[in-house]
């Protein structure tokens, strides 16, 4: 196990990059818990990110991970123990609103779009969908 730690932190070094700006927004989105983690779970919690972004898998912090935690993003995190939690403490203030679903198929993105247009005909908000990975 350490010596996945210092390949990761060996990885992160090479790349310039700081591992407690990782850290910290893992545990902002709800990936990584202090009570339940420790950084030795950095390189299990970065391949869980990857996959459900659809990114390449290897628990580093490579350029297209590095990539995706610079985009903006909602600021409401997940439960990151198998659960979502998108309780909304705060009335939003934001009505332009994106939407990506990364493992999607052509299928449900058609049936989003559809969902997302008549909510909006309906509501204050526009909703666009984006690509992340082009």
Not at 67 to 95: A, F
Not at 113 to 126: C, G, L, P, R, V
């Amino acid at each position: 196990m350490l010596l996945l730690l210092l390949l990761f932190l060996s990885l992160v070094a090479s790349e310039k990059i700081d591992i407690n700006y990782a850290v910290k927004y893992m545990e902002r989105f709800g990936y990584f818990n202090k009570s339940k983690h420790d950084v030795t779970d950095m390189i299990s919690i970065l391949r869980d990110f990857q996959e459900k972004f659809n990114l390449l898998v290897d628990g580093t912090l490579n350029p297209e991970t590095i990539q995706l935690l610079e985009r903006p993003r909602c600021s409401v995190g997940e439960n990151y123990d198998g659960e979502h939690s998108y309780s909304v403490r705060t009335k939003w203030k934001k009505t332009n609103l994106t939407w990506y679903f990364p493992q999607a198929t052509p299928p449900y993105v058609a049936a989003a779009e559809k969902a997302f247009n008549i909510w909006q005909e309906n509501s204050k908000f526009t909703f666009k969908g984006v690509t992340i990975l082009t």
